[in-house]
């Protein structure tokens, strides 16, 4: 199975909004809403930013939300913050009982 | 507050089998909502995820890995475990381990770096 593809980065500048895309396939993230988001800052551990498309857990900023339309996933970040600056990455539960990641993005803020 | 510490071997050689721990500490080990994992990351690479195990004892392997990997439980010691058999240079890597639920992964272990090497 193909790592779902993410772009290799993005980058933006304080105050502003980015999107970073997930796209899989009709059998990952295209066949159900079990998409998840992750933040890595450099030598941190990752982070669950937002579970099934678009859920927050307790504690993330509301500056983070998450879409979905057909077979790609979407993460938006508005009010871009210094603090942003990661590696993101989204994963797709399979119909296997298995997990995908993306390849990952990393942010910059400018 | 549920964290997770790994534990192991930073060396390992190749061929040989590389083991891992985690201890689980605010949580018990055996709640039935909790599914319990190991993600990899290898030099400048991204996530890879290793497999997940449930309470009640059922596994779910990364197809690629499967052949090689074994999860398990210790309920006495509030801890799971990663086995990876003939292990190779490709196996270095920063292994984490996780607790979430079968689709996601709320809860991470700073991770432990495991170095393939003769």
């Known amino acids: 199975q193909s790592a779902l593809t993410q772009p290799p980065s993005v980058s933006g500048s304080p105050g502003q909004s980015v999107t970073i895309s997930c796209t899989g396939t009709t059998s990952d993230v295209g066949s159900h809403n079990r998409v998840s988001w992750y933040q890595q800052p450099p030598g941190a551990a990752p982070k669950l930013m937002l579970s099934e498309v678009s859920n927050r857990p307790s504690g993330v900023p509301d500056r983070f939300s998450g879409s979905k339309s057909g077979n790609t996933a979407s993460l938006t970040i508005s009010g871009l913050q210094a603090e942003d600056e990661a590696d993101y990455y989204c994963s797709s539960y399979i119909s296997t009982s298995t997990l995908l990641f993306g390849g990952g993005t990393r942010l910059t803020v400018l | 507050q549920l964290h997770l510490q790994e534990s192991g071997p930073g060396l390992v050689k190749p061929s040989e089998t590389l083991s891992l721990t985690c201890t689980v500490f605010g949580g018990s080990i055996s709640s039935r909502n909790y599914y319990w994992g190991w993600i990899r990351q290898s030099p400048g690479k991204g996530l890879e995820w290793i497999g997940t195990i449930y309470y009640s004892g059922s596994t779910y392997y990364n197809p690629s890995l499967k052949s090689r990997v074994t999860i398990f439980v210790d309920m006495s010691k509030n801890q799971f475990s990663l086995k990876v058999s003939s292990v190779t240079a490709t196996d270095t890597a920063v292994y984490y381990c996780?607790?979430?639920?079968?689709?996601?992964?709320?809860?991470w272990g700073k991770g432990t770096t495991v170095t393939v090497s003769s």
């Open positions: 996780t607790k979430g639920d079968y689709h996601y992964m709320d809860v």
